[in-house]
């Protein structure tokens, strides 16, 4: 058995006689642990260690295997990698609303999420009126039904109010019918999409998808490297790809970095394949992300898109899985088990002989290594579909402390596209209105008192507020230090961009994305659909607005601050820097109309300012791949990170220095070659009130890691106060 607990190993359980011909590997059952009584995974069986006297499981509680033999296998993998409970692998994997936590006595059968959904369904039926016409709210809701077909009541109700007794009199008058009914709850509900047919493809797609699907007919493992620039016709390959595995009755796993910022995708999907689409991402509530993967766990579902934990999906005969932006660091799980979906879906994709395409316009340094090795295979889109020119575009070098954020040629530029009714975007990776608030008196900033950062002043809310604990003061406010009742705005952010463009085009159209605009829901798509209808004239945004879409009318994109984040101490921002500004020049020019983009930078000089300005990836990887090699960072060695967290600043301190002592002496005695770096405070020293400190392990060779991690687990006792994660090939070191 594998429990859902932070604990190492397996468990033996004894099977009772009466649930023998119930048990089965993969399947649920209740046993009794410590004073507790926890859900448990059965894993199989195997003969116990000698003189344990074992206890009885209580209840079997699926009918079925939740899991196959395959994904248990996978799993395992996970485990062993990743250096993690099996039980906390397993509960990552499933859905939130499957696993009942230590629920008391064998009667827990109530599984949350578990329960069928049942739904009163309604619609109007051809009765006969009734002599006097109906009035009021009951000829409402009537003409609401004859119109609209089935609803649910909770429609009618969110649409009517309280509408039963109304209801009842109308169904007693045969004028409609109620059902319940088993539904799945529809994340697409009320969103109808036009079904479209395949593109004939240009020559560099067609060439591409012919690779993939010998791969695909040839049944075994192999892994592919699509590189295609933006607007290079990546989606349509994927797309052919996978109704080319479905005519072979075969599923498709596609992991995209995040749902909600990419509804076009999605969209797409619906449009080519219809019903039969599975989508699993963070916006779900726990009961719809249950009956996604109950549909999907049926076979109802052979095509599956999520985010990262989409990589856990039930599917079974995975014949391809897509990894669309592979670059992307939302593929990482940041807590709990730190897995990398990019790279178990190389895992999961030799496990089940599929072919696997990894998509990027800016691939990772680390994978065009391994096509330089031979462990994976490149397949390029180097044009734009319908020979479409990539964006001219015009550095505009600018100074670091710079208090005009938009620059004279920028703004003669939006003014241009304005007059000619044309769409332009604004890229400035920092939100809220001035980046912090300062004393002109003593200089004290205004910082969290929770993190070591400062807070972020947003006018529109009349406070300030921290970016990762959301800990708020009202602002302006005067300063905590001196008591100075003017604090200075410094820096400057989106909302502050979004007011001097209403200030200087009071007629344009102008709309703002960000996570402070996008809340809710909907938030993404109702400012994407907007720009999409040529509603929106300026977009201001951060990232957000730098991912895959696909903005036809969007001429001018302006990018303030280009080096925004090359300056974190982090190997990997030079990189980051790379990929975010490709992507946002890649914004301008998709439609009919040539692009532009002015770029304003204090460092045009720099390589990943440099090679992004001149869309030379290929530049930008020669630097790159030298400057990791050279410090032994990957693709050139491999990382672990562990790190250590306390609200006692002592205690993190002192019990990163313990491990620290630790780890060199394990090193010294395995002779095992590998650095380790730290114990160090990590850059950001405070977060939501713990103190924070990290060691880095770098290691040529991954065995060199791994043993030294086992021989320290094996030998690390667990202190209350200090809280200690090991993260694997680690991707944010902040
Ligand atoms: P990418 O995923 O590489 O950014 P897309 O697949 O989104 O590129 O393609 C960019 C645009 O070109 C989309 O509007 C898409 O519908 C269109 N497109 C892709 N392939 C073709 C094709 N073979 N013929 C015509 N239009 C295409
Ligand atoms: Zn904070």
Not at 187 to 200: I, N
Not at 282 to 287: H, K, N, Q, T, V
Not at 345 to 365: K, N, Y
Not at 696 to 717: F, G, M, N
């Amino acid at each position: 058995m594998a429990v859902p607990l932070p604990l190492e190993g397996t468990f033996h359980y004894r099977v009772p006689t009466s649930l023998a011909d119930q048990l089965q590997p993969g399947v649920r059952v209740l046993v009794p642990f410590g004073r507790r009584t926890l859900t448990a995974y059965t894993l199989g069986s195997s003969r116990p260690p000698e003189g344990q006297p074992l206890k009885d499981i209580l209840a079997v509680l699926d009918d079925g295997p939740l899991l196959t033999e395959a994904e248990l296998a996978f799993f395992r993998w996970v485990a062993d990698y990743y250096l993690h409970p099996l039980g906390e692998v397993l509960k990552t994997a499933l859905p939130t609303g499957i696993n009942l936590q230590s629920k008391k006595g064998a009667d827990a059968e109530t599984i949350t999420g578990g329960r069928r959904v049942l739904r009163q369904r309604i619609a109007a039926a051809t009765g006969q009126l009734p002599s006097r016409p109906l009035r009021g709210k009951a000829a409402e809701l009537l003409a609401f039904l004859n119109a609209a077909g089935e609803t649910s009541s909770a429609e009618l109700r969110a649409r009517f109010g309280e509408c039963s007794p109304h209801l009842r009199r109308l169904a007693e008058l045969g004028l409609v019918c109620m059902e319940q009914r088993e539904v799945y709850r529809n994340p697409f509900s009320g969103d109808q999409v036009e079904r479209d047919q395949p593109k004939p493809l240009m020559p560099h797609q067609q060439t591409a998808l012919q690779a993939i699907l010998a791969a695909a007919d040839n049944g075994h493992f192999t892994p592919f490297l699509l590189h295609g620039i933006t607007g290079s016709g990546k989606t349509e390959v994927y797309l052919q790809a996978i109704a080319h595995c479905r005519v072979q009755g075969k599923g498709a796993l596609v992991l995209v970095p995040e749902i909600a910022l990419t509804p076009q995708l999605v969209r797409r999907f619906r449009a080519r394949f219809g019903d039969g689409i599975a989508v699993l991402h963070s916006a779900l509530s726990d009961g719809e992300r249950y009956d996604e993967w109950r549909r999907i766990r049926r076979g109802e579902a052979p095509i599956v898109i999520g985010a990262r934990s989409a990589i856990f999906a039930p599917l079974e005969r995975i014949g391809i899985i897509v990894v669309d932006e592979e670059h992307e660091a939302s593929f990482k799980q940041s807590d709990g088990l730190r897995y990398n979906a990019r790279d178990l879906a190389l895992v999961r994709g030799r496990d089940e002989a599929a072919v696997v395409v990894l998509g990027s316009a800016t691939p990772l340094v680390t994978t065009m290594q391994a096509v330089r090795e031979g462990r994976l295979s490149l397949l390029e889109l180097p044009e734009r579909v319908a020979g479409r020119p990539l964006p001219e575009i015009m550095p505009i070098t600018t100074r670091l402390t710079s208090d005009e954020p938009l620059s004279a040629p920028l703004l003669a530029e939006l003014a241009t596209n304005l007059e000619r009714g044309e769409q332009s975007l604004l890229f400035l990776n920092r939100r809220g209105f001035a980046t912090w608030l300062s004393c002109p008196a003593c200089g004290a900033t205004l910082t969290c008192p929770n993190c070591s950062v400062s807070l972020t002043y947003h006018r529109s809310r009349g406070e300030s507020r921290c970016h990762y604990c959301d800990y708020t003061v009202p602002a302006p406010g005067t300063c905590p230090a001196c008591g100075e009742p003017e604090l200075k705005e410094l820096g400057v952010g989106t909302e502050r961009i979004e007011a001097e463009l209403r200030a200087r085009f009071p007629a344009a159209r102008i709309a703002r994305m960000d996570s402070d605009t996008t809340a809710g829901k909907d938030g993404h798509s109702r400012i994407l659909s907007r720009v999409a209808r040529g509603e929106v004239d300026i977009l201001v945004g951060t990232q957000m607005i730098a991912k895959g879409h696909d903005f036809p009318g969007v001429t001018l994109v302006g990018v303030l601050q280009a080096e925004g984040s090359l300056y974190l101490p982090d190997f990997r921002a030079a990189e980051r820097t790379f990929q975010v500004l490709s992507q946002v020049i890649g914004r301008a020019g998709r439609g009919e109309l040539p692009g532009r983009v002015l770029l304003q930078t204090a460092n045009p000089e720099q390589y990943a300012v440099a090679k992004a300005l001149t869309h030379d990836f290929a530049g930008f990887c020669g630097e790159e791949l030298a400057f990791r090699q050279e410090l032994g960072y990957p693709p050139f060695g491999f990382l672990a990170a562990l790190q250590f967290s306390s609200i006692a600043e002592g205690t993190a301190q002192e019990g990163a220095a313990q491990a620290g002592r630790l780890l060199t002496q394990l090193k010294a005695r395995l002779g095992l070659r590998l650095e380790i770096l730290g114990p160090a405070p990590a850059p950001l020293y405070r977060l939501r009130g713990r103190f924070r400190h990290q060691i880095l392990l770098k290691a040529a060779k991954r065995a060199d890691l791994r043993r030294l991690l086992a021989a320290y687990r094996s030998r690390r006792s667990p202190c209350p106060q200090l809280r200690e994660a090991l993260d694997i090939d680690p991707v944010d070191l902040l």
